[in-house]
């Protein structure tokens, strides 16, 4: 290799070293890894049922920083309640300082709806903006004292991505990136702002709704909530599959959000009609099936299943987010102003 080769080949890998980070795509939001901004698909605070939402700051970071000498792990909590009907929304914020955990009775925290659901997005203590903070993890506790059950969750969490592509808008005083302009009143899902929001929900497994059967006083339900980032009708299409691979679709239009047991999306989810076409030698012959769910909106959710005796014994709580595949880069919703 002669010598102005060996300079050009020097030359090369100088500027593969020197050259700014490319972003790495987003592939969704997680369930149980820290972010910048959370989502609760549902919140509940019904006769007899209570929801307790937890936020809490991992960043134990207590350097001083900037004019107001706030420490590198303050952070702004913003909570924003929206509505089940009507998609009107309350908002809340809260300093958290270093390590610090938020845990709010939903019912009194300020929401002026009994149903709904939520997010949770990490801003700058001293101007207010949104901030890449990917220290913010959760839950929601829902307590049906009726039905004499409770179930947990844990919200989506969804990463800041502006430090990673080099943000346009500067950083706050203690060096984080801010993850849009000042002026800006939306939370973008663009792949730039934060991660991008699922294509397709998934539900692993669900059990037949009905009576167990003749001999038993066990009657199984399951209990479905979707939330849309569309206040206008969006339209959900539903694919069920019984445990022998066939599928029954159906659609749906829902504004908001939706709460239904599965078998008022599809009779195919009583326990009888999956019955009919049920693989014996699966789960102890017990009826089951799966869920696809596509959405031309942002769309989260969550999944509870119950299996009661009589009208009033629970035997079986569990609830949890929806998994998901895919991603779509359009969505967004709005932002209250700062209080």
């Known amino acids: 290799m002669s010598l102005s080769q060996r300079l050009l080949a020097f ?13 790495q795509p987003s592939n969704g939001p997680s369930v149980g890894r820290p972010g910048s901004l959370l989502v609760f698909p549902v919140f509940d605070t019904r006769t007899a049922v209570s929801t307790a939402l937890t936020v809490t700051n991992t960043n134990l970071d207590r350097t001083p920083c900037g004019p107001a000498r706030y420490r590198s792990g303050d952070v702004l909590v913003h909570t924003v309640y929206v509505s089940a009907t009507g998609c009107s ?27 709904g659901w939520a997010w949770v997005e990490a801003r700058d203590p001293e101007t207010g903006r949104t901030i890449d903070y990917d220290f913010l993890i959760g839950s929601a506790v829902i307590t049906n004292s009726t039905g004499g059950f409770a179930w947990e969750y844990a919200p989506y969490a969804f990463r800041c991505l502006r430090e990673e592509a080099n943000s346009p808008f500067g950083d706050s005083a203690c060096g984080f990136a801010f993850a849009e302009p000042a002026e800006s009143t939306t939370a973008d899902f663009d792949g730039a702002e934060y991660d991008l929001f699922p294509q397709t929900l998934l539900l692993p497994r669900f059990l037949g709704e009905g009576r167990v059967d003749a001999r038993s006083n066990d009657t199984v339900t399951g209990r479905l909530y979707l939330m849309s980032t569309k206040a206008t009708r969006s339209t959900m299409d539903f694919r ?7 599928m029954y679709s159906r659609s ?15 009779g195919i989810a009583r326990i009888d009609n999956l019955s009919l076409m049920s693989n014996p030698n699966e789960f102890s012959g017990m009826p089951t099936g799966w869920l696809k769910l596509d959405g031309h909106d942002g769309l989260l959710g969550c999944f509870l299943q119950l299996r009661a005796r009589g009208r009033s014994t629970t035997v079986f709580a569990h609830g949890s987010a929806l998994q998901f595949d895919g991603t779509r880069n359009d969505v967004q919703f709005a932002r209250p102003r700062l209080r």
Request: charged share 15%; with cysteine; glycine share 4%.
């Open 11 to 23: 030359a090369a890998a100088s500027a593969l070293l020197t050259a700014p980070a490319i972003a």
């Open 252 to 266: 749906l239009n829902v504004q908001c959000w939706l709460e239904s047991t599965l078998t008022q999306i599809n």
């Open 89 to 115: 929304e309350t908002d809340r914020s809260e300093l958290l300082s270093p390590g610090d955990t938020l845990c709010v009775d939903v019912a009194s925290h300020g929401p002026t709806a009994d149903k």
């Open 240 to 246: 069920f599959f019984n445990n022998n691979e066939t």
